[in-house]
T-cell receptor, first 113, second 115 residues
Framework: GNSVTQMEGPVTLSEEAFLTINCTYT??????LFWYVQYPGEGLQLLLK?????DKGSNKGFEATYRKETTSFHLEKGSVQVSDSAVYFC????????????FGPGTRLSVLP | KAGVTQTPRYLIKTRGQQVTLSCSPI?????VSWYQQTPGQGLQFLFE???????NKGNFPGRFSGRQFSNSRSEMNVSTLELGDSALYLC??????????????FGPGTRLTVL
């Protein structure tokens, strides 16, 4: 079956620190991969995506590269800000026909000033 | 452009009752998906509707059902509520064509508490 595994949180960093949130997946076929972010009291927002192997998604200083050989899609940011404090979800879409995404458990990030 | 709206935002029910949640997608979006979010199980896909037809279904019992209307608004129904149904129910809409370029936009959710 399809599944997504993320590093356990919470992750606490100081402002301007480097961020990595690990994500690995199991899927049949050729999934597309996503990172969603959920700020306190809000719904999920798409952060970035990659639809095929070696694609790099990027947005707001965040990056993730689709690595088929290691089945990974790790999220990175060079310098986090307090406003990046949120819960981050790695997700996959197993096919091109629907929106039946499979989400990881989420990683809570707290950035301290 | 208005975002995805969900009503009600909060709901308290007792075991055995049934509940209906509503989702209004972004104008022009034809696909609506529903997810259940709980601390223990995380985000789990319930079902997706596209043009009034269920296109995908997750692994939930038949007590969970949904429908979509001609204006793309969707409702989700849970019958014979159980304590374990307490969760945040999220609705997401997208254009719905056969392309992953169709980003999902999520609503703020309906928080259901079953007593």
């Amino acid at each position: 079956g399809n599944s997504v595994t993320q590093m356990e949180g919470p992750v606490t960093l100081s402002e301007e620190a480097f961020l990595t949130i690990n994500c690995t997946y199991t899927a049949t076929g050729y999934p597309s991969l996503f990172w969603y972010v959920q700020y306190p009291g809000e719904g999920l927002q798409l952060l970035l995506k990659a639809t095929k192997a070696d694609d790099k998604g990027s947005n707001k200083g965040f990056e993730a590269t689709y690595r088929k050989e290691t089945t990974s899609f790790h999220l990175e940011k060079g310098s986090v800000q307090v406003s990046d404090s949120a819960v981050y979800f790695c997700a996959l879409s197993p096919d091109n026909y629907g929106q039946n995404f499979v989400f990881g458990p989420g990683t809570r990030l707290s950035v301290l000033p | 452009k208005a975002g995805v709206t969900q009503t009600p935002r909060y709901l308290i029910k007792t075991r055995g009752q049934q509940v209906t949640l509503s989702c209004s997608p972004i104008s022009g979006h034809r696909s609506v998906s529903w997810y259940q979010q709980t601390p223990g199980q995380g985000l789990q896909f319930l079902f997706e509707y596209f043009s009034e037809t269920q296109r995908n279904k997750g692994n939930f019992p038949g007590r969970f059902s949904g429908r979509q209307f001609s204006n793309s608004r969707s409702e989700m129904n849970v019958s014979t509520l159980e304590l374990g149904d307490s969760a945040l129910y999220l609705c997401a809409s997208s254009l719905g064509g056969l392309s992953l370029l169709n980003e999902q936009f999520f609503g703020p959710g309906t928080r259901l508490t079953v007593l």
